[in-house]
């Protein structure tokens, strides 16, 4: 397992992450302790989970239940030294919790002490605003996003400040170590950056976005600005909930599935997405390879990954995403990679 620097933190964590999103719906609390025991077994050192999670279905009364399996985990196994945990609050508009307001200054400080009691912890290592308060293109909102919707910038202004602010006062309370965003876009992470240096405030080290065959926005702006601004990616769905394992195709829906909750799986899933799954199936089977690791270590050898990470509802499929760490692929594997992505660059938008 390879360990790679948290922006310029200093933390170092391992390039798999393990994922927890299922533990409390899809996955039961023993379920979710086997899975980190396996995870820590086999070098990772790197859990993320959200004050959100359990998801699958997403509820009020499920909220935050996951980091409480987490927190169950760490009173028994007596580790947390061992243990990088990464968490985020809410954006605005998720009515689940406190009514949609979004990271605030007073909400910031009500999350982090929450999720502090519910992981049964003095601190949290990677603390991550999950979606901006303002318009944004991810969650497959691309084909219709609308960049000047709502987009004033002096209240955007405001509210980072505002952010990096309140996430001050909790580094300074050492209840967080360092801070990162999720489901960013390139101007929303330079204004984050120059907001902090201008009034010398916390930096982010890390942005949580979705990257995978199938979705690569991240290539080009979001790479340069990360890359040279020490800003660590943190891929979500590496396998596009799923999808590129090939278990969906002929419109499938395995027991236990997130389809049998999603039928499109969030939007990944559509009439456009279909052949080109088969297209990387096909370039997976040609070259001997398992579809997941192929997908996994090629997130893995991009040059600003910082982490992959990974969830399964079955043990069997955990160790297989982790042992994609131990994959380099090919130059005539990433060719044809190249050639697929070539004739489809982001069919999933």
Excluded at 76 to 98: E, L, P, Q, W, Y
Aim: glycine share 8%; net charge neutral.
């Amino acid at each position: 397992m390879k360990y790679n620097k948290l922006g310029d933190s200093g933390i170092k964590v391992s390039e798999i992450c393990l994922g927890s999103m299922t533990w409390g719906t899809q996955n039961s609390e023993i379920e979710g302790h086997a899975q980190m025991d396996l995870s820590i077994e086999r070098g990772v050192n790197f859990i993320d989970t959200a004050e959100m999670y359990p998801v699958n279905p997403i509820t009020a009364q499920g909220a935050g239940r996951t980091e409480e399996i987490i927190g169950t985990w760490l009173k028994s196994r007596k580790n947390r030294d061992k243990v990088i945990i990464a968490t985020k609050i809410v954006g605005r508009g998720s009515n689940t919790i406190r009514d949609g307001s979004g990271a605030t200054r007073q909400s910031i400080k009500i999350a982090v002490e929450d999720s502090l009691k519910r992981l049964q912890t003095d601190y949290i290592d990677l603390y991550q605003i999950h979606w901006p308060n303002r318009n944004s293109y991810h969650f497959r909102q691309s084909w219709n996003y609308n960049p000047a919707k709502k987009q004033n910038i002096n209240e955007t202004s405001d509210y980072i400040y505002e952010a990096l602010e309140a996430f001050q006062r909790m580094i300074e309370a050492g209840k967080i170590r360092t801070i990162g965003l999720s489901n960013e876009s390139c101007w929303g992470t330079a204004k984050f950056l120059e907001i902090a240096s201008a009034n010398d405030l916390p930096r982010v080290v890390s942005i949580q976005n979705e990257y995978n065959l199938l979705d690569r926005k991240y290539d080009l702006d979001l790479a340069e600005l990360t890359a040279n601004e020490k800003v660590g990616l943190l891929a979500f769905s590496p396998l596009a909930a799923g999808i590129l394992s090939g278990k969906y195709q002929g419109d499938k829906t395995p027991p236990g599935s997130r389809r049998n909750f999603s039928k499109d799986l969030g939007g990944r899933y559509t009439p456009e997405v279909i052949p080109v799954i088969d297209e990387y199936l096909q370039v997976a089977r040609k070259h001997g390879l398992d579809c997941c690791q192929m997908a996994i270590a090629f997130c893995l050898g991009r040059p600003f990954m910082t982490s992959a990470i990974i969830g399964a509802t079955k043990i069997e499929d955990l160790k297989v995403c982790i042992d994609s760490a131990g994959i380099s692929l090919s130059r005539e594997v990433l060719k044809d990679i190249a050639a697929v992505h070539r004739r489809s660059p982001n069919p999933m938008g």
